[in-house]
């Protein structure tokens, strides 16, 4: 079974089990093109993909790069793709793990704020910000 094939199903039954007809609405495609996929004639496209990684509660890069598996057309070229795949999966645990040793927030109110900005290749870009400390009162003019 094709990757495709394997994440269409993924979105009918996490969505109540809904039809190639519906699966097509959601993801803005005819029909005939769903059919195509399930019947092994090309892939969903990336955006695609990204669309129903977010619909599935998958990691939307692992579903892309699967799909795209689905493309290849010799075994070099998805031994390529699954090395990067191996990769992304074992470095995700690490860097989270990492970032909870750098920025230790016991206080809620003090954890970082975490801006993302998707761009149209996309990649995210992340911004943290610390919320603004107030200045001691000492510091503070009165008004008379």
Not at 51 to 72: F, G, N, Q, S
Not at 93 to 119: G, Y
Not at 122 to 128: A, G, W
Request: proline residues 6%; glycine residues 4%.
């Amino acid at each position: 079974m094709s990757n495709t094939i394997a994440y269409l199903d993924a979105l009918k039954s996490s969505n109540g089990g809904i039809s190639d007809y519906r699966a097509s609405q959601f993801l803005g495609v005819t029909r005939s093109a769903v059919s195509k996929w399930r019947n092994g004639h090309g892939s969903m496209s990336m955006s695609h993909a990204e669309k129903v990684a977010k619909a599935i509660d998958a990691d939307p890069d692992i579903v892309i790069i699967e799909t795209i598996l689905d493309r290849c057309k010799d075994d070099e070229e998805a031994a390529v793709w699954k090395r990067i795949i191996k990769r992304l999966s074992s470095t995700a645990i690490p860097a989270l793990a990492a970032l909870f040793v750098l920025f230790p927030s016991p206080d809620a109110s003090a954890a970082p704020k975490i801006q993302t900005t998707e761009t149209a290749s996309n990649l995210y870009y992340v911004k943290f910000q610390t919320p603004p400390t107030p200045a001691p009162t000492s510091f503070r003019h009165r008004r008379n």
